[in-house]
């Protein structure tokens, strides 16, 4: 099956997650999650959540829909990450905003080595969460993908890139 990759388009809202590059001098937001698609930066830019509220949630816009006269059969929220204290075990979560109503993925509670960066979130939604109805074009176009840590720490997580693959109907003409 076909698949599309969007990706952050643009910050649509932010509570207390910056950027940050290894090199000292810092990204912006949308830069340091935008990683080419199958081509991550090793993590030399990335967000994290440096206050010590309970909790820390980043908003964004997603990439136009490309084919957009094909059915859709699902997509999928990814991040990519690590965490900085991976003796500590913390929570993070993926949400999509559909019709200003919030649905959360799966909590996702693991410890990652800095070393290790990988896939930390991977939730599929196959309907849109809002009709129970295939998800349209027309509904990638409106939807907001957000990330929420519900850990009380500073300096957890290491964000360094989201992906939205998009699977869809292939046209006669593709096969």
Same mark, same amino acid.
Do not use: C, K
């Given at each position: 099956?076909?698949?599309? &990759? #969007?990706?952050?388009? =643009? ?5 207390? @997650?910056?950027?940050?590059? =290894? ?6 937001? #949308? +830069? ?10 090793? +993590?030399?830019? @990335? ?12 908003? &964004?816009?997603?990439?136009? @829909? ?9 997509? *999928? ?5 690590? =965490? ?9 979560? +993926? ?6 109503? *919030? ?15 990988? #896939?930390?979130?991977?939730?599929? !939604? ?8 295939? !998800?349209?074009?027309?509904?990638? +176009? ?15 997580? *290491? #964000? ?5 693959? &998009? ?9």
């Amino acid at each position: 099956m076909p698949t599309e &990759v #969007l990706r952050a388009a =643009s910050v649509v809202a932010n509570d207390s @997650w910056t950027d940050q590059a =290894s090199s000292g001098v810092a990204a912006n937001v #949308l +830069a340091a999650i935008d990683d080419t698609v199958g081509a991550h930066d090793g +993590a030399t830019s @990335w967000i994290t959540a440096n206050t010590s509220a309970a909790a820390r949630e980043v908003e &964004v816009s997603l990439s136009p @829909w490309a084919p957009s006269s094909r059915a859709i059969n699902g997509l *999928r929220v990814q991040f990519y990450g690590a =965490s900085t204290d991976p003796t500590q075990v913390g929570t993070i979560q +993926a949400y999509l905003i559909v019709a200003g109503t *919030r649905y959360y993925g799966t909590e996702q509670t693991r410890a990652v080595s800095l070393e290790t960066y990988t #896939l930390v979130i991977d939730d599929a !939604w196959d309907v849109n969460p809002a009709t129970g109805a295939d !998800w349209t074009p027309n509904d990638l +176009a409106s939807v907001t993908v957000g990330l929420r840590q519900t850990f009380d720490a500073s300096w957890f997580w *290491r #964000l360094t890139s989201m992906e939205v693959p &998009v699977e869809y109907v292939a046209a006669a003409a593709d096969l």
